[in-house]
């Protein structure tokens, strides 16, 4: 499967964003889907995952509250939205499936390209 992130871009502190991530080449709903996030010199880290169904949904604790994973299986898209954002919330943000909902990057098989979310305070 081949995942493709957007929805990126620059917004004020306190303003939202909702990424996308469309796949190609197999339907969605063969995998548990995930964001993750990275900034300039940190780790790569979890921000949220649903379950194939969309039913089961897991958030870091530093997006809880302000953000929402959903997903639409017809449209083969993942999204996330973002609310009352944070300078510490720049990072590349890419999406990931796999067979697996976890909060580890290691186990998610496939990863889109990243799209990049700068808050400016």
């Known amino acids: 499967v081949q995942l493709q992130a957007s929805g990126g871009g620059l917004v004020q502190t306190g303003g939202s964003l909702r990424l996308s991530c469309a796949a190609s080449g197999r339907t969605l709903i063969s995998y548990n889907m995930g964001w993750f996030r990275q900034a300039p010199g940190k780790e790569r880290e979890f921000v949220a995952s649903?379950?194939?169904?969309?039913?089961?949904?897991n958030y870091a604790d530093s997006v809880k509250g302000r953000s929402t994973i959903t997903r639409d299986n017809a449209k083969n898209t993942v999204y996330l939205q973002m609310d009352k954002l944070k300078p510490e919330d720049t990072a590349v943000y890419y999406c990931?499936?796999?067979?697996?909902?976890?909060?580890?990057?290691?186990?998610?098989?496939?990863w889109g390209q990243g799209t990049q979310v700068t808050v400016s305070s």
């Open positions: 649903i379950s194939r169904s969309g039913i089961s949904t």
């Open positions: 990931a499936a796999g067979s697996t909902i976890a909060t580890i990057s290691r186990a998610y098989d496939y």
